[in-house]
């Protein structure tokens, strides 16, 4: 399975942009996906989560009102729309897939993409 992120870019403080993580075949087993982002010079941080079935979310505090993630089973893919972007949401944002199939538990990461909000 690959997650393939895509969307990133360079934008002013108060834009929008919209992350996609396209897998590349259904993930059988997938129990939740979400996304996380690794600011420069720090550790990998949740930025929002998504559960199979219900579709439980969780966003991280610093998101809340401005981020929004979502699925679309049909095009295996996974989004996060952010609006009013802020500087302190530079970093790389990861896709990221867990779940269990027959054999074991999983736990796939796409490549990352860069966001980079200036002030």
């Known amino acids: 399975v690959q997650l393939v992120e895509s969307g990133g870019g360079l934008v002013q403080a108060g834009d929008s942009l919209r992350l996609s993580c396209a897998a590349s075949?259904?993930?059988?087993?997938?129990?939740?996906m979400g996304w996380y982002r690794q600011p420069p010079g720090e550790q990998r941080e949740l930025v929002a989560t998504?559960?199979?079935?219900?579709?439980?979310?969780n966003y991280a505090d610093s998101v809340k009102g401005r981020f929004t993630i979502s699925r679309d089973r049909a095009k295996n893919t996974m989004y996060l729309q952010m609006n009013s972007l802020k500087p302190e949401d530079t970093a790389v944002y990861y896709c990221?897939?867990?779940?269990?199939?027959?054999?074991?538990?999983?736990?796939?990461w796409g490549q990352g993409t860069q966001v980079t909000v200036s002030s």
């Open positions: 075949e259904i993930i059988f087993g997938l129990k939740t």
């Open positions: 990221n897939a867990r779940g269990r199939d027959f054999l074991s538990n999983f736990d796939y």
């Open positions: 998504i559960t199979t079935g219900v579709g439980s979310i």
